[in-house]
């Protein structure tokens, strides 16, 4: 069974320096790289629930969270290697996967799409974005395509640019589990068509957990 987290961020103005001794020397040397608040304030957010799943699912104590880092980047547990995560953030949107097999996660806000897609995608992915019937419904086919895209390279650990039109997601949807909701469209990629449960939370809620 894959688990499905996603978090509204229902306030921007808290301290970051309130929660960054939660997160992990990486993750606080990443976090005071960023100019923007907003990008502090998701990033830290990210880890923040990412390490709450995991204490509350798998019963870790915080301090036995260690991330390593395959080589494309993708974070797994140095001591938990069997445990599956990955992470999405766009906007005030943040999506975590977390299963026993292969997860990948992709969380977009809705927005005008390209007109030019064959760059990117399969002719059979083309297809399906051109046959929409109006323009609204063009950017919800061609943001279902590139987040089940970004699902699967990222569940697999590999590059996206060179990846974009190895694999067709529209002959393997029934791969994928989509939810468009509020303005965001999710993706998460199912390998073995693995039953999924979705969680919602709140940065409130999620905040509330923490001592400051």
Known sequence: MIELY?????????????????????????????????DKLRSVLSELMLRKIL????????SEIVFEYGIYGKPYINNARSIEFNISHADSVIAIAVGDCAVGVDVEMLRDAPLNVACFFTDNEVDYINHAKSISMRSICFFTVWTMKEAFVKAKGISLAPQLKSFDTIANINEFITIIENGYIVSIYVPNRESVVVHYISSNELLAGYIR
């Open 55 to 62: 204490t509350g699912k798998f019963g870790f104590r915080n």
């Open 6 to 38: 996603i978090m509204t961020i229902n306030d921007f103005c808290f301290a970051v320096n309130d929660y960054i001794s939660y997160v992990s020397r990486e993750r606080r040397e990443k976090i005071r790289k960023y100019k923007l608040r907003a």
